[in-house]
């Protein structure tokens, strides 16, 4: 009987016969290089780590986000300011010379301006549409101003009557009050009668009030209030109205009366020349 260990040398002597490997010894097969995936544009490879651990590090700058936000707020805005330009239009006449309205106002005007709805000094409702077709002086201001506003009063009073005097114009001057509170129907007119009685006065609800006021684009606001006592800080300007009820002139406080008189000749003269043609 064959010992082990003849066993054993015989199986090897056969093995190394066939050229065959050992089974006890392991097989090494050749190592595969790794590499990693990346992407590149031409530069340097980036392993698709480090990019996305780069792009987590790095979050993209705040002016990515404030720059859209900006301009989709400033296109809402400009829209609203459009709409409400065109809903605050007066409308015209539907046809041409209707209603005493002069042929070349053939368009909405939205510029300054629009609907209102006021009372005079007799209380008797006043709109815009009892203005349309002819030229009106408004003025925005409130009879306790200490000095500013009697001046653009006597102004107003003196333009009239420069107008129909030299050129044989004739408008409508309005003084609209910024201070209903204490500006009734009755304080109105003995203010205004003391500059000239044809100077219409006119007044209304403080909601009214301040309608008409943002229509024309005025600035008030109430300072130095003292108890019941207050000024009131105002633009002080007066706005020429044609007979299509659109602002074609805007005067502040640095013209004299001969120089509102003459400008405002020279838009009546150009308005019917323009009609006439």
């Known amino acids: 009987m064959l010992t082990p260990r003849v066993l054993k040398l015989s199986l090897l002597r056969r093995l190394r016969a066939a050229d065959l490997p050992p089974p006890w010894r392991p097989r090494v097969l050749p190592a595969r290089a790794y590499h990693s995936r990346t992407y590149s544009s031409g530069g340097s490879p980036r392993p698709m780590r480090q990019f996305s651990e780069q792009n987590e590090s790095s979050p993209q700058p705040l002016i990515y986000y404030i720059v859209p936000s900006a301009l989709l707020f400033v296109a809402g805005l400009a829209t609203f300011v459009r709409y409400n330009d065109e809903r605050r239009a007066v409308p015209l006449a539907k046809e041409a010379g209707q209603g005493g309205v002069p042929k070349r106002c053939t368009t909405n005007r939205p510029a300054i301006g629009g609907p209102f709805k006021l009372y005079d000094t007799e ?97 008030f606001k109430k300072v130095e209030e003292v108890g019941q006592d207050y000024l009131v800080e105002i633009s002080h300007n007066m706005y020429l109205l044609d007979p299509c009820l659109e602002t074609v002139r805007c005067f502040g406080t640095e013209y004299e009366a001969s120089d509102v008189a003459e400008a405002i000749t020279k838009e009546v003269q150009k308005a019917s020349a323009s009609s006439t043609n």
């Open 123 to 219: 209380n008797n409702v006043v709109t815009e549409s009892k203005l349309r077709g002819n030229w009106t002086l408004m003025y925005f201001g409130y009879t306790s101003c200490p000095d500013v506003g009697p001046r653009q009063v006597q102004k107003i009073a003196d333009v009239v009557k420069v107008l129909e005097s030299k050129y044989g114009i004739k408008i409508t001057p309005l003084f609209v009050t910024i201070d209903p509170q204490r500006d009734s129907s009755a304080q109105l007119k003995a203010y205004l009668s003391e500059f000239d009685p044809r100077i219409v006065g006119l007044t209304g609800p403080v909601t009214a009030v301040r309608q008409i006021a943002q229509e024309y684009r005025v600035f």
